[in-house]
């Protein structure tokens, strides 16, 4: 008998002659980008604009984009890392030191800010133009809504949007939402997320097990 496993993970373009969706974690170069199976990204001219969507993501820094499994990822999304970060307690934000002739000592016994890695959960949502500032975490199941700033982190399964993004509401109850967070059916195998997908495609959480 046939096993039910769906697409394979590690195509990088699932869809048949259709290159602007690919999964995403088989098309980044990036090791400071950790993608998840299945989550994919859609752009409207050229996936490959992906990493070019991660601004300020300096190797020296360190931070990573952790994305998790069964992500969407809408075109034109942007991540904003810490490398765009300044002094916002000194007297003056300017970055004096970069330009050196005389300026070069300007940092010594300073650092500037850093607000960790960014992580996006799993089944997470991410519309259009999208922005999502530095150390941001975004739990599993929410929703970001097209446009939104997103400078604080976000709740599992909540949707938010706006600037500054705002919880507009909960998907579900806490107690729905625990038991989704129980299960974390994206870690099922392959076979098993197939034979619950009449469920997963429904709004019966507690037949989820």
Request: hydrophobic fraction near 40%; include cysteine.
């Amino acid at each position: 008998m046939h096993k039910m496993t769906g697409p394979d993970p590690q195509l990088s373009y699932p869809l048949p002659n259709y290159n602007r969706l690919c999964f995403l974690k088989n098309i980044i170069n990036n090791p400071n980008i950790i993608v998840g199976d299945y989550t994919y990204y859609d752009d409207f001219e050229d996936v490959s604009n992906f990493e070019k969507n991660v601004k300020y993501h300096f190797d020296f820094i360190g931070d990573k984009l952790i994305i998790g499994k069964f992500c969407m990822i809408a075109s034109d999304v942007t991540f904003i890392m810490n490398g765009a970060n300044h002094l916002t307690d000194a007297i003056s934000t300017y970055p004096f030191a970069i330009f050196g002739n005389g300026w070069e000592k300007a940092m010594e016994g300073k650092s500037y800010p850093t607000k960790g890695d960014t992580i996006i959960g799993n089944d997470v949502w991410i519309g259009h133009k999208v922005t999502i500032m530095p150390g941001i975490k975004i739990g599993d199941g929410a929703i970001i809504a097209t446009n939104a700033t997103v400078v604080k982190d976000v709740a599992p399964y909540s949707i938010v949007g706006g600037n500054p993004a705002r919880e507009i509401r909960k998907r579900f109850s806490d107690e729905e939402i625990a038991h989704l967070l129980d299960i974390k059916w994206w870690d099922w195998e392959p076979e098993k997320i197939s034979q619950n997908l009449h469920k997963l495609t429904g709004k019966q959480i507690f037949e989820l097990e």
